[in-house]
């Protein structure tokens, strides 16, 4: 069972730099979203989407942006890497919004490095 | 401050004994979510509830909506139990994560 799929598992980026990390579940899933997680810190939502199509901001969206082109792919771009951008990022998805009343399913995280 | 607090931070325990992590939030919720999350860094959600207690095999999680306050109890540790256990609740629109509590269990 695939469930939650991230690539790439870790990446070392230069300053400047961008790159695009992946998404894919195959659950089915309407709602995706992607969080940082930072010593310290707990997960912090980046940005999600509530379906195909859309997507909105989370709690910290600057630096970052994604696309929802189709259902089971939720992509976050860096445009121009940033060393406060070194982080571990999860991908989540769940069958329904609210993220209380129902269970989201996480992927394994991306270790990204910026230099 | 953060609107979910996790307490110990840090926690060691040998093989077979009992323990208590515990979660405060300051927010009203409906609900609160306990998940594991593994040093390879997946994440697995443990427990949802928004009432009483909720047991799977060696966890229980329970909580008290009134005063704020959840726990995860794992009985008869095991060093596979060694983790990250994470609360988090909030609201529909911004969902609120402890720091996480790392659980180390020796043999």
């Known amino acids: 069972n695939a469930g939650v799929t991230q690539t790439p598992k870790f990446r070392v980026l230069k300053t400047g730099q961008s790159m695009t990390l992946l998404c894919a579940q195959d659950?089915?899933?309407?709602?995706m979203y992607w969080y940082r997680q930072d010593p310290g810190m707990g997960l912090r939502l980046i940005h999600y989407?509530?379906?195909?199509?859309?997507?909105a901001k989370g709690e910290v969206p600057d630096g970052y942006n994604v696309s929802r082109l189709k259902k089971q792919n939720f992509l976050l771009g860096l445009e121009s890497a940033a060393p406060s951008q070194t982080s571990v990022y999860f991908c989540?998805?769940?069958?329904?919004?609210?993220?209380?009343?129902?269970?989201?399913?996480f992927g394994q995280g991306t270790r990204l490095t910026v230099v | 401050k953060n609107e979910v607090e996790q307490s110990p931070q840090n926690l060691t325990a040998q093989e077979g004994e009992f323990i208590t992590i515990n979660c405060s939030y300051s927010?009203?919720?409906?609900?609160l979510h306990w998940l594991q999350q593994h040093p390879g860094g997946g994440i697995v959600s443990l427990f949802m509830?928004?009432?009483g207690k909720k047991k799977h095999g060696r966890l229980i999680a329970t909580i008290n909506i009134q005063e704020k306050h959840s726990s995860l109890h794992i009985t008869a540790s095991h060093p596979r139990d060694s983790a990250v256990y994470i609360c988090?609740?909030?609201?529909?629109?911004?969902?609120?994560f402890g720091t996480g509590t790392r659980l180390q269990v020796t043999l």
């Open positions: 989540a998805s769940s069958s329904r919004w609210g993220g209380l009343n129902t269970e989201a399913f």
């Open positions: 659950m089915n899933h309407e709602y």
């Open positions: 989407s509530v379906g195909e199509g859309t997507t």
């Open positions: 927010v009203g919720i409906s609900a």
């Open positions: 509830l928004s009432s």
């Open positions: 988090h609740t909030g609201t529909a629109s911004k969902l609120t």
